[in-house]
């Protein structure tokens, strides 16, 4: 975020302003000067999301503070950090022994010391340089997300969603009822918090791994990998769908899919998903079905096929790509192919 001062009235402390202050303050435990500046620049752009929210006419939530046991993270945006064998070297900590699961690849950033509940992770940013040569689009698929089953190929194929949370919401449900009748501000409404958010936290790394898994297959697969363009904050405020959505993670999958397209050098494209469940693949015809319907019949030219499966082809229909003139990239384009090299 880059702040400048302001000869405005009333306008107060900038975040520039503060960073240039905050050297003269003093801390009762040594931190390095830049992981203080970080904290002011995360601050600031709470509050310029804050206003941003005021200005568009959206109901705005205040930034919260966060306490001891709510800050779980800061970071290292420049220096005072390096790997010496299995030490991680932290400027005014010291020295601490770390598992490295693989090796760093690419020109280190920042380093982001962050605290999942008993577990600590050092997190790395890099800059890997130029992106991979992207390559011959020969392979492409359309994929529709769903409920039913996770994702439903263009080619038929389908993967079913594990639903975690749906699994363990009975033991999750009772560990926060334990919590709920915990004394607050106890030693044991500390421990049952800590209980809960490693149930919280094994769901969401269960998913994390199933997406990763997921996307993997489809890039190493396909050259091509269309998806649907869909606004899911919008979608999860239907309350009778919102804990389904939220479950299979959409928005995951396709980012961690992007991810990895990227750095294979193949293309991910999200299109309009106007009417891809109800218009027919095979001959264009508009078959209106609710919700409830699961297989599409055209009576116009006989098509009998699972409503996802159909709904798939009609999404990589939107964008017909040719291995001369034009490729789609990963991109946001919710009205089909842009021009670009191959």
Known sequence: ME???????????????????IKYLEFNTPVQSQVKQDVLRRLGKSFDAFFRRCKSGDVPGYPRFKGRDRYNSFTYPQSGFWIEGTKLKLSKIGNIRIKQHREIEGKVKTCTIKREVNQWYAV?????????????????????????SCVTLS????????????????????????LGKKKKGSEN???QKNIVVKVHRKIRNQRLDFN??????????????????????????????????????WGQLIQM???????AGKYVELV?????????????????????????????????????????????????????????????NSSGCEAGST
Do not use: W
């Open 124 to 148: 790395f940013s890099v800059d890997m340089g130029n992106s991979p040569a992207k390559v011959n689009p020969n392979t492409s698929i359309g994929i529709d997300v769903g409920l039913n």
């Open 155 to 178: 080619n038929g194929e389908q993967f079913d969603s594990p639903e975690y949370y749906r699994k363990s919401e009975k033991s999750l449900a009772v560990q926060q009822k334990r």
């Open 212 to 249: 990763h898994q997921l996307s993997r297959i489809l890039v190493d697969r396909f050259d091509r990998i269309v998806f649907e363009d869909l606004n899911i904050q919008n979608m999860v405020k239907n309350h009778h769908l919102a804990k389904s959505i939220s479950d299979v993670a």
């Open 189 to 191: 409404r500390f421990k």
């Open 3 to 21: 702040s400048r001062f302001s000869t405005e009235p009333n306008q107060g402390l900038t975040t520039f302003d503060q960073i240039n202050q």
């Open 257 to 263: 899919t992007k991810s990895k397209a990227e750095e």
């Open 272 to 332: 309009n998903p106007y009417n891809t469940s109800q218009k027919c693949s095979s001959c264009g015809s508009i078959v209106k079905k609710g919700l409830s319907v699961r297989v599409h019949k055209c009576p116009d030219c006989g098509l009998v096929l699972d409503r996802d499966h159909n709904a798939a082809i009609n999404i990589l229909n939107l964008c017909t790509v040719g291995t001369t003139g034009r490729a789609c990239g990963v991109m946001n």
